[in-house]
């Protein structure tokens, strides 16, 4: 069973940065492409930025791009998102989660079959 656990959420101003990260537990992590999400109160759960297995191909919400860079680690099985210029509309629990290989870096969410449990991104002055 892969888990995921993440971490690196905060209370950060407006204009700061994060790095969340994301840990899985298997030794076939480079099999699996890896998304975060993300859901803020009241809002529906929205793909925030998506990588595939070698990490060759990367997908981005439209209001992330050029603001947010996702990357991977394989050798350390570990996902990292960092965050830059953050928004008070970026306010929210990033999750992130796992697919298998074939998805590429497709941001669906129901293509993914593991989740983890969360962590809390406030951005606020």
């Known amino acids: 069973q892969l888990q995921l656990v993440e971490s690196g959420g905060s209370l950060v101003q407006p204009g700061g940065s994060l790095r969340l990260s994301c840990a899985a537990s298997?030794?076939?992590?480079?099999?699996?492409?890896i998304g975060w999400f993300r859901q803020a109160p009241g809002k529906e759960r929205e793909g925030v930025s998506c990588?595939?297995?070698?990490?060759?191909?990367?997908n981005y919400l439209d209001s992330v791009k050029g603001r947010f860079t996702i990357s991977r680690d394989n050798a350390k099985n570990a996902v990292y998102l960092h965050m830059n210029r953050l928004k008070p509309e970026d306010t929210a629990v990033y999750y992130c989660?796992?697919?298998?290989?074939?998805?590429?870096?497709?941001?669906?969410?129901?293509?993914?079959?593991?989740w983890g449990q969360g962590t809390q991104v406030t951005v606020s002055s």
């Open positions: 989660a796992a697919a298998p290989f074939q998805i590429q870096a497709s941001c669906v969410a129901s293509l993914y079959n593991y």
């Open positions: 298997t030794f076939t992590f480079n099999y699996y492409a």
């Open positions: 990588i595939s297995t070698g990490g060759g191909t990367t």
